[in-house]
């Protein structure tokens, strides 16, 4: 059972922005670094955003990340085709000593 | 270039055991922490396990804590996951990870493609 919260549907027409939020608590979001990662269908993770902010080399700037308090949240803008894939959010948890993963949004394009 | 080769998956009984290799290349393995993340068919991810990069620090999570035991032989670039006491719901594929650093709590940069593990009698 995830303790990290996400919708579990997004949806935008091409070219607008879409902004995906992930929900948490003090011993994850609110003392670690969130992550984002986009999942095509049957293939492996990629990751999106790290460090909250952070976007991995090959990455479009259209992705970017944020953070406030115990919630972070993934934008999308200039919404392609391409993007209609899941993305899920990412972080340590101080309690349980391990990394949790957020319930997944599938994102649609219109 | 990174990459990452698991294998070990199959159908196995319940109470039965596996387990994983990840073989790694493309980088110096031992300085990198790794992970195991498992995905059930149709569901989300599940974080399973990591491990340091010198291999002293380990952590797990709760549904698979005394079950399931990660490992890593920095010699021969290889993470392993010994699985026993296996379930019906850990059957899912079970994907490999680098992280970023040598750090547990990093984010994961590189993917294995996963391997298949199927529990059913």
């Known amino acids: 059972q995830s303790v990290l919260t996400q919708p579990p549907s997004a949806s935008g027409t091409p070219g607008q922005r879409v902004t995906i939020s992930c929900s948490g608590s003090s011993s994850n979001i609110g003392s670690n670094t969130v992550n984002w990662y986009q999942q095509l269908p049957g293939t492996a993770p990629k990751l999106l955003i790290y460090s909250n902010v952070q976007r991995p080399s090959g990455v479009p700037d259209r992705f970017s990340g944020s953070k406030s308090g115990t919630s972070a949240s993934l934008a999308i803008s200039g919404l392609q085709s391409e993007d209609e894939v899941d993305y899920y959010c990412?972080?340590?948890?101080?309690?349980?000593?391990?990394?949790?993963f957020g319930t997944g949004t599938k994102v649609t394009v219109l | 270039e990174v990459q990452l080769l698991e294998s070990g998956g199959g159908l196995v009984q319940p109470g039965g055991s596996l387990r994983l290799s990840c073989a790694a290349s493309g980088f110096t393995f031992k300085n990198y922490a790794m992970s195991w993340v498992r995905q059930a068919p149709g569901k989300g991810l599940e974080w399973v396990s990591v491990?340091?990069?010198?291999?002293?620090?380990?952590y797990y999570a709760d549904s698979v804590q005394g079950r399931f035991t990660i490992s890593r032989d920095n010699s021969k670039d290889t993470l392993y996951l010994q699985m026993n006491s296996l379930r019906a719901e850990d059957t899912a594929l079970f994907y490999c990870?680098?992280?970023?650093?040598?750090?547990?709590?990093?984010?994961?940069?590189?993917w294995g493609q996963g391997t298949l593990v199927t529990v059913s009698s």
């Open positions: 990870a680098k992280l970023m650093g040598p750090l547990v709590f990093t984010a994961s940069d590189y």
């Open positions: 491990i340091s990069g010198n291999g002293g620090s380990t």
């Open positions: 990412a972080a340590w948890d101080d309690s349980l000593n391990g990394s949790v």
